[in-house]
């Protein structure tokens, strides 16, 4: 059956629409939900938020905007997304020594995920946390000042969630 | 004596509340401007406050509101709380722990312009932050702090709330109004500039937030006040994120125009590990690095930064000693910056990348002096408004300088220029 959003994510959309005069603002918003529902977004999904959404978006349109962004997974990640930021300040206070634990403890490279599903490793940009670096974003939350003792830690822990 | 406006209650664990925020004099500003000021008496008073916009670009807040024409159609006021500069972390703080200080602003920022909607757009990965700032919406809303007939003034002004999600560039205004739009996050060419034709095509204010939240202040002490805190071209406080190699990294709130060397040894304690200090980019990645000289003759304001060529911009201070490795940094800005170019121009798709590659073939000890040169002659053409957004400029500004002042530490990791080798005299065949 062909995608369409969940009771929670349907309800969101409808309070989403009267916040903005112009349809085409809900793209975003709705690639948010996509990705709530199922993790990332795909062909299905972008097909149905142009269906939802209607004249003038379409699927073309659709596409164009969740590839640009890097936040929408184009593909299924780990139940637990490791992001790591690698610039200047977490570099600085040593993130590199992070992404070598994290990799070396979960046999994975960057970008990799793991065979059990259960974690995705990335190397981020900027996580904008810079004077608690190095940081590291899971799923939604932020870890930082990190060592790789912390990390260490955290894994476990998410593991024995997982 | 250090002077602090927006930071004074935020150690207090309910500074996020609503009831926290009408405790110690919360929305009395947006009262007085809502019931007594005109939009012009607003303006008016912003302008002579002197205060600039905390974004980056330091241009004067009451002039971009002034800019809006008094037209029939909607005017739009945006929040641009898309942070992403690296070093600059301030409005992540301003969001999760005064988010009523950032509500009261716009509101009155939004009878200044005569706007009735307006939109919070807030960098996607600040999940925390978002989900705070939604409650305190939906409080202000409760309390009739928002919506019809605020305060019972009979003015109308509706916030929502909008998630980017993932897109450095939509920090650049234009940018932000095409995501905002459901559209890429492409730069728009200017003019016209969004206070003409903005979201949806009418005017627009896009403003930081640090920028909104000066604003309930210059109401309440009238902008006379205001300006006398801080230099006399850069009035007021600002936020300063230091990062880096420091001993207490974070964000500390200071009047204008203190020493730098202040900031450095006595806020934030000094070097960490007790080392010499090598270098510090004083406004975010894309302004201009200092050296340790420069750095301690400087004061943190816009025209002593600007003196030593160089920009305040977001307020992020990155400190590097002795012992970082400015190959390698500058390598990570250039490689932030391909990876962040939008790809609409030319020479900021094709020109950040090859800067990128040229810098690691150079950190892992595989490029020559050529590749110097290459550099420089790239960003040339990079700068200057080749481009429709400064993203190439930025990049420029992140490495050029670092290259020029710091020479020798790339000069070590070069190769030398091979020479060519002399052709082989052709020996005739005798035999």
Known sequence: MAYQFSSDSETRFQKLIPQFPNKRSLILPCLFLLQRDQGFVDHDGMQYIADRIGNPVSLAHVHGVATFYTMYNKKPVGKFHIQICANISCYLAGSDSITEKVCEKLN??????????????????????????????????????????????????????G | MIRKLLTTHIDHPESHTLKHYLSVGGYESSKKALNIL????????????????????????????????????????????????????KDRLLIEKLPHMLIEGMVIAAKAIDCHQGYIYIRGEFMKGL??????????????????????????????????????????????????????????????????SGLYSCPTVVNNVETFCNVPHIIQMTG????????????????FAVSGHVKKPGIYEVEMGTPMKELIYDICGGIKNDKN????????????????????????????????K??????????????????????????????????????????????????????????????????????????????????????????????????????????????????????????
């Open chain 1, 108 to 161: 994975l490279e960057k970008g990799q995920t793991s065979k059990d599903k259960l974690f995705t490793v990335d190397e981020v940009q900027c996580l904008g946390a810079c004077g608690f670096g190095p940081v590291a974003q899971i799923n939604d939350r932020y870890y930082e000042n990190l060592t790789p003792e912390k990390i260490d830690q955290v894994l476990e822990e998410l593991g024995r969630k």
């Open chain 2, 38 to 89: 005109t939009p012009e008496q607003i303006i008016n008073d912003v302008k002579t406050s002197g205060l600039r916009g905390r974004g980056g670009a330091g241009f004067p807040t009451g002039n971009k509101w002034s800019f809006i024409p008094k037209t029939d159609k909607p005017k739009y006021l945006i929040c641009n709380a898309d942070e992403g500069e690296p070093g600059t972390f």
């Open chain 2, 131 to 196: 989900d705070i700032v939604e409650v305190a919406v939906n409080e202000a809303y409760a309390a009739g702090l928002l919506g019809k007939n605020i305060q019972g003034s009979g003015y109308d002004f509706e916030l929502a709330i909008y998630s980017g999600a993932g897109a450095y560039i939509c920090g650049e205004e234009s940018a932000l109004i095409n995501s905002l739009e459901g559209r890429r996050g492409h730069p728009r060419l200017k003019p016209p500039f969004p206070a003409v």
């Open chain 2, 224 to 239: 006379e006040e205001y300006k006398k805190i801080g230099t006399e071209k850069s009035p007021g406080t600002r936020l």
């Open chain 2, 277 to 308: 200090l090598k270098a510090v980019i004083p406004g975010g990645s894309s302004s201009p690095i200092l050296t340790s000289e420069e750095a301690m003759i400087a004061t943190m304001d816009y025209e002593s930064i600007a003196s030593l």
């Open chain 2, 310 to 431: 160089s920009m305040l911009g977001s307020g992020a201070v990155i400190i590097m000693s002795e012992e970082a490795d400015l190959v390698e940094t500058t390598y990570r800005l250039a490689e932030f910056y391909s990876h962040e170019s939008c790809g609409q121009c030319t020479p900021c798709r094709e020109g950040t990348h090859w800067v990128k590659d040229i810098l690691h073939k150079i950190k892992v000890g595989e490029g020559t002096e050529k590749d110097v040169e290459l550099i420089y002659s790239l960003s040339r053409n990079m700068e200057g408004g080749t481009t429709i957004c400064p993203l190439a400029d930025a990049c420029v500004m992140a490495v050029r300088p670092t290259m020029q002042k710091f020479k020798e530490e790339f000069a070590k990791r070069l190769q030398p220029v091979e020479k060519p080798t002399e052709p082989k005299k052709e020996v005739a065949n005798v035999g």
